[in-house]
């Protein structure tokens, strides 16, 4: 759905009632155009994981830690998992 908005004076969109309050992204493309992306903002001092999320993320953190990446044959991949070619 679209809606004719035109910037008052003072540079604003009224947005309608529904809106009050929200938050958005503002995400401004090349040529001009402008897209609002609603948004949650949660202030820094309030942003905690669950600890069992914290924990699962810890682990895979030490996990990377100790397999850095590196590159893939995947002619020996395929064969350890029983592929082939056709």
Do not use: C
């Not at 035109?6 to 897209?35: C, H, N, Y």
């Not at 995947?74 to 998992?81: D, E, P, R, S």
């Amino acid at each position: 759905m679209y809606n004719i908005k035109t910037v008052g004076k003072s540079g604003q969109i009224s947005l309608g009632k529904a809106m009050a309050g929200m938050s958005f992204i503002v995400e401004e493309r090349p040529g001009g155009d402008i897209v609002l992306k609603r948004a949650v903002v949660v202030p820094m001092n309030e942003r905690r994981l669950d600890p069992a999320v914290h924990a699962e993320l810890e682990i895979a953190r030490e996990w990377r830690r100790n397999n850095p990446a590196k590159a893939t044959d995947l002619i020996t991949l395929a064969a350890k998992l029983g592929i082939t070619e056709e």
